[in-house]
């Protein structure tokens, strides 16, 4: 029994919290450009780059997505943990963060607004390292690949999330792709026009769950929103992903995911 419980814990502290899946899901898109069609598009999130996990595991998972050759890379918030020297060794780290060869697009957690989530300075000094990097930080704003339209939400724990900024010049049913860390934020008003896939973190997947139950614990109003893929209203769907990284190094059951999208006509 006790060698038991400690495998248990040992598999929990060592072995998942790095034993990274690939996932791998068709996207459909209404009205996707020609272009697009085919196209591979990776999220990450959740890397919570900092004490608790080891910079030699980012860069590994940085490694295998690079070998994938996306086309587009986002990255859905919680890009660090607090700590000391935070911006210097996310510098560090993110140097060899994987782009994508149309574009990289950042969207930022609560981890990324400081203390308490509420220093927007902070999430401002943390954008300008990913910029820095060649990436284009979306806080409630929109950019455009190839007709696609890619919008970043603010955070919603970081008192940041504004739809109606964010969705201001997004034409009614326009193909469009939504970064938005928090998913308890679909719940929310302010998503007219849009009506396509919203991504996600945030949850880590619950981090700990036992087999055939849900997590005990998620940091979101609506437990229905625990990892993967959901249809809301509107035409909208939802995914989120289960993350990179951690802010307490364990996991059990749920393993650390990045996810690997094909774009495809819908």
């Not at 910029?131 to 979306?138: H, I």
């Not at 997004?170 to 860390?181: C, E, T, V």
């Not at 719940?187 to 026009?193: A, E």
Request: charge should be negative; charged fraction near 20%.
């Amino acid at each position: 029994m006790v060698a038991g419980a400690v495998g248990v814990v040992g598999y929990t502290r060592y072995y998942e919290p790095t034993w990274l899946e690939l996932t791998t899901r068709v996207m459909p898109i209404a009205g996707l450009p020609q272009s697009l069609v085919g196209k591979r598009l990776v999220q990450l999130s959740d890397i919570h780059v900092g004490p608790q996990v080891d910079d030699a595991y980012v860069g590994d998972t940085f490694a295998r997505v690079r070998a994938l050759d996306p086309h587009i890379v986002v990255y859905t918030g919680d890009l660090t943990s607090l700590h000391d020297g935070l911006y210097e060794h996310a510098a560090l780290v993110y140097r060899e963060m994987p782009r994508g060869s149309l574009g990289t697009f950042v969207s930022l957690g609560n981890h990324d607004y400081g203390r308490n989530w509420a220093h927007k300075e902070d999430a401002a000094r943390m954008a300008d390292v990913m910029r820095a990097q060649g990436a284009t930080v979306l806080v409630n704003e929109m950019a455009e690949v190839d007709g696609l339209a890619i919008v970043g939400l603010g955070d919603l724990w970081g008192d940041d999330f504004a739809p109606e900024r964010a969705f201001a010049n997004l034409a009614p049913k326009a193909p469009a792709i939504a970064l938005s860390h928090n998913p308890d934020t679909v719940d929310m008003h302010g998503w007219q026009p849009f009506t396509g896939w919203i991504l996600a973190g945030h949850t880590h997947g619950g981090q700990c769950k036992p087999p055939f139950l849900p997590p005990p614990m998620l940091p979101v109003k609506n437990r229905r929103y625990t990892a993967g893929a959901f249809a809301l209203s509107a035409g909208r769907q939802l995914y989120i992903s289960r993350g990179v990284g951690t802010v307490l190094p364990v996991r059990f059951n749920v393993r650390p995911e990045v996810t690997v999208f094909q774009l495809a006509a819908a």
